[in-house]
């Protein structure tokens, strides 16, 4: 679609529009923001189209789509499937060799266990290798219950850095400002670092890893523009 638009506003209820024209989500929606943060992010993706509108260059646009037209309207079956990353957690398994790769996991990710257990009264089942290990049945309905406390604008901006991560418990940590999202970037990628450090960077792996780190980061902007 070609750029139609000169002028593009929010209105008091958060709303974009495009010379005075509603913007709607595809499901044609009216595109309403709930944070005058998260609405002047979106507004300025609007504002930076050039001739031609590319989605790929508006991602915090596609989040609120999606929270809009896909979460919103069931947002505690979205709620489950995203809670069910928290059976098979990155943090939860780990090299059994070498022991220099183990330490490190041991050291990036299990404060991040730590802060987990803490915050939502649970424990894990922590393993080596990559078999599977079921994770204790409460420790799944924690967990469960804290995403599902999530309105859709938050599982939106949730989802990509679940499954980017591989962590449930790393994207909650980044949703309630437990930490940085440079550090749970850091050690969600740990084994792809070691490799790197060890067998060297590989092109396609470099490009793959740019277009995760992009989605990532628009889903921190997203997050923090909602708690703005």
């Not at 609405?39 to 509108?53: F, I, K, N, P, Y």
């Not at 330490?103 to 266990?113: F, H, I, V």
């Not at 599982?155 to 990509?160: I, M």
């Not at 070691?194 to 780190?213: I, K, T």
């Amino acid at each position: 679609m070609k750029r139609f638009w000169t002028d593009v506003t929010v209105d008091a209820a958060g709303g974009i529009a495009l010379d005075g024209r509603p913007v709607r989500t595809p499901g044609r929606v009216p595109l309403t923001l709930p944070t005058a943060a998260l609405a002047t992010a979106v507004a300025d993706e609007w504002r930076s189209v050039g001739e031609t509108l590319d989605p790929r260059a508006m991602p915090l646009t596609g989040l609120a789509n999606a929270a809009i037209d896909r979460i919103a309207a069931a947002p505690a079956a979205f709620a489950t499937g995203l809670a069910a990353y928290g059976e098979s957690d990155l943090l939860c398994y780990r090299a059994a060799e070498p022991p220099a790769l183990a330490e490190r996991q041991a050291a990036n990710w299990d404060p991040w266990l730590d802060w987990a257990r803490g915050r939502y009264d649970v424990h894990f089942t922590v393993t080596a290798g990559i078999l599977h290990q079921p994770q204790p049945a409460a420790t799944l309905a924690r967990l469960g219950d804290a995403v599902a406390a999530l309105d859709p604008f938050h599982l939106a901006g949730l989802s990509p850095v679940v499954t980017i991560t591989g962590s449930l418990v790393l994207a909650l940590a980044l949703a309630e400002r437990a930490g940085d999202a440079e550090t749970l970037w850091t050690a969600a990628n740990l084994d792809e670092d070691w490799q790197a450090e060890h067998w060297g960077s590989d092109p396609l792996a470099e490009q793959a890893r740019d277009v995760r780190r992009r989605d990532f980061d628009a889903a921190v902007r997203f997050l923090a523009a909602l708690d703005a």
